[in-house]
């Protein structure tokens, strides 16, 4: 199989080379061999790890929870369920970062509302409100 320098890697991948290199640093990526040149020899597996590592974040996964992913991937004792209950997890988390979300859209619609637009920054409701403790 044909070895490929970063920026081969990096493009194939569709990321930048430095990420390739902090995703090095974070143990995500295994640092590869060195030709005698000393350039870097990676092997395609790491364009599908690297794409694994995005598909992974676009899905809202951190680093720490892509590197557990990762690490049960090889596991011999991990089983399809475990997986699983990672995802749920990271369904869990996510809405209830929706609710969150939804809750500073409601009192900032409310806060808005409240806002005519005119008069002195002194008078604003919006700019009242965020001085108050029961504001958020």
Known sequence: MKSMTIGQVAIQAGVGVETIRFYERRGLIEEPPRRDSGYREYPQEAVTRLRFIKHAQRLGFTLAEISELL???VDPNTSCADIKGLAEAKIAD???RIQA???MKSVLLDLNAQCGGRGSTSECPIL???ETEECC
């Open 128 to 130: 009242e409100a965020l």
């Open 101 to 103: 979300l939804e809750k």
């Open 94 to 96: 996510i809405e209830g």
């Open 71 to 73: 690490s049960l991937r």
